[in-house]
């Protein structure tokens, strides 16, 4: 049966709290009751984080509710996952780039980090969640993955390429306490050679000319971070659209562009000051390298990111 899992996590009563320990293991999601009318304190369910090699799965009991990724949870969004999500039980609505997914138990699908996404529960479903680093699935499929993707898309899991992910991804959490980190890491080898298979039979194009066009853009902008004169204009000519065009398409992901570039800068600056391979790059030249020509103004803009002056993350 769908609905067996790992092992029974404790139930969390409250919708509430609930979306707290969602919170915490999968992110800046808001849980919000289906109808202002429907008493959210009799809601609730249970999560559990499970850990196999390199994977979090989070193992979920979801009470009748709508989760979003909103604007703002983007903001608070760094390190990009993408969530293939297995319905065990119940059914449910996930909605991302334009698509929906309507889930039935044994079906699964891909949502992407970086981007809104919204999650219907009309019933307490159940699903199991496998977080896949975003790093991890460039190093296996190579960028064009950004475009291959089958997001918001429904994969029946009771055929063909389908039918063996959903029962490997069920059977997996299973045996997590018979997997040590070595077999955790071969169990997501074998995962990611199933997706592999599972995008050769699937309709090409995971993602929509505006998500390509994104993808371009972010590409392009990389290069280009530590020239401080880059700019909205810039961005637009030199990628041979309009002004207008870029607007609507960086409204489509919840920010605009001007946005979209201060925090590309800043998540950059914070990247480089964690990393051990840039400690002996001083504050201000980790500055200049994303584009900020004058230092107290990156400590300003930092700060108000992230909470904390560029100090605070040095070797951390």
Not at 10 to 29: D, S, V, Y
Not at 135 to 140: I, K
Not at 301 to 313: D, I, L
Request: glycine residues 8%; proline residues 5%.
């Amino acid at each position: 049966m769908w609905t067996e899992g790992a092992m029974a996590a404790p139930r969390i009563t409250g919708l509430e709290r609930w979306g707290a320990a969602l919170r915490a293991i999968c992110g800046p999601f808001d849980t919000r009751p289906l109808d202002d009318e429907i008493h959210a304190d009799g809601l609730g369910g249970s999560i559990a984080r499970r850990r196999l090699g390199r994977l979090d799965v989070a193992d979920l009991v979801i009470p009748p509710s709508r989760i979003l990724k909103t604007a703002e949870g983007l903001r608070e969004t760094s390190d990009r996952y993408v969530f293939m999500i297995l319905q065990c039980s119940g059914r449910a609505t996930l909605r991302q780039t334009g698509r929906e997914a309507r889930l039935g138990p044994g079906d699964f699908t891909f949502i992407d980090s970086r981007y809104p996404s919204e999650f219907i529960f009309e019933r307490e479903v159940s699903q199991l969640s496998y977080h896949l680093p975003w790093r991890v699935l460039e190093d296996c499929f190579g960028r064009d993955i950004e475009h291959r993707l089958p997001v918001a898309i429904t994969v029946p899991g009771q055929r063909g390429a389908g039918f063996l992910v959903a029962h490997f991804m069920r059977d997996l959490i299973r045996h997590e306490a018979d997997l040590d980190r070595e077999g955790g890491d071969a169990a997501l080898d074998a995962l990611l050679g199933m997706i592999s298979q599972l995008m050769r039979q699937l309709p090409a194009g995971g993602q929509t000319a505006n998500h390509r066009l994104l993808s371009r853009i972010e590409q392009y902008v990389d290069t280009m971070l530590d020239d401080p004169d880059l700019d909205i204009e810039r961005i637009a000519r030199d990628n041979h659209v309009s002004r207008r065009t870029l607007y609507r398409l960086f409204a489509g992901i919840g920010t605009s562009p001007s946005s979209w570039l201060w925090d590309r800068r800043l998540e950059r600056a914070r990247r480089l000051l964690k990393s051990p391979a840039h400690a002996d790059m001083s504050i201000t030249e980790i500055a200049h390298s994303c584009g900020f020509r004058d230092h107290a103004h990156f400590t300003r803009r930092f700060r108000e990111r992230f909470g904390n002056p560029p100090s605070a993350y040095r070797g951390g």
